[in-house]
């Protein structure tokens, strides 16, 4: 969910020449709501989820633009994560959302 990280560790990962020897796949999930991203950021440590997305979810309103917000989030990465160069692939991590799966490949252009 850090976009800005990511990229400073993919173009590191270019100059080191790693991404010619491994294949790179960037993980990406939609969020339904900002309760739900402070909840898997606190349960697993290692999931950098910014304030910044949290905030932009609390502000969409009501848990219907949440989820909405989130899946809009999600396109965005998706389509920013496609321009980095070394990433061989996206990872769609559904958190049991497997029917948001095909709305995501489309309105990503994947």
Not at 15 to 23: E, L, P
Not at 62 to 69: F, H, I, L, R, S
Request: include cysteine.
């Amino acid at each position: 969910f850090d976009l800005d990280a990511f990229a400073r560790w993919v173009k590191e990962a270019n100059t080191m020449g790693i991404t010619s020897k491994t294949a790179i796949l960037a993980g990406v999930m939609p969020l339904e709501s900002a309760d739900e991203a402070v909840s898997l950021r606190n349960k697993y440590t290692d999931l950098v989820i910014p304030d910044s997305v949290i905030e932009r979810l609390k502000a969409a309103g009501d848990a219907g633009a949440q989820a909405k917000e989130g899946m809009a989030i999600c396109v965005e990465t998706i389509k920013k994560i496609k321009s980095m160069e070394g990433v061989r692939g996206i990872h769609i991590l559904s958190g049991g959302k497997e029917h948001l799966v095909p709305e995501i490949i489309k309105a990503s252009g994947l």
